[in-house]
C-alpha cells in the first residue's frame, strides 16, 4: 500500500465531492434569485428556503476546500512516526476476524474510497475510533464503544 498514491485518491474523492457541493449551491442561489421563487404570498418561503439552501452549499464547499488544502499538506509532509499512529498513518488493523485499512487524518472523517481494490476510511482524532488509535503502536490492542475488540497490525 502507497501512502502518497492514498492521499492523491482521497484528494480527488474530496475535489469531486468539491464540484458537486459548488454546482449544488450555484443551482440554489440561481433559483433563490429566479422570478420563479419569488413569494406570491405572506406565508411562501420557497424563495427564503432556497437562499438558506445555497448558503449551507456554499458553506459545505467551503470545509471541503478547507480539507483539501489540509490533505494536500499531508501529502508534502511524511507522518511523523511509522511507530505510532499519528496523524498521516496510514493504518491496518483488525477487527475480529476482519481486516481493515484506516488513514488517519486532521479532516474528512468518513471520507471511504477505494485504492488497489482496498477499501479505505478516512478517521479523525475526533471520532471514538481515532480517539482510541491516536499513538498506538503495532500488535496494540484497544476497545471500542460497541465493545468490540481490535488491533492495530501494521503502521505506514
Known sequence: MNREIVIETLLGSLRARLSL??????????????EESRAESEWDTQGIEAS?????Q???ARELMDSIQ?????????????ERVVSGSLVQCRFDQDKEWLYFAPTAGGEVFKVDGMEITV???QSPLGHRLSGLTVGASFDLPSGATGSVLRIL
Open 52 to 56: 438558506y439552501l445555497a448558503a449551507g
Open 123 to 125: 478517521v479523525t482524532p
Open 58 to 60: 456554499a458553506a459545505h
Open 21 to 34: 457541493a459548488e454546482n449544488a449551491s450555484r443551482d440554489a442561489a440561481d433559483y433563490a434569485t429566479n
Open 70 to 82: 489540509m490533505i494536500q499538506g499531508m501529502l508534502a509532509s511524511p507522518p511523523l512516526s511509522t
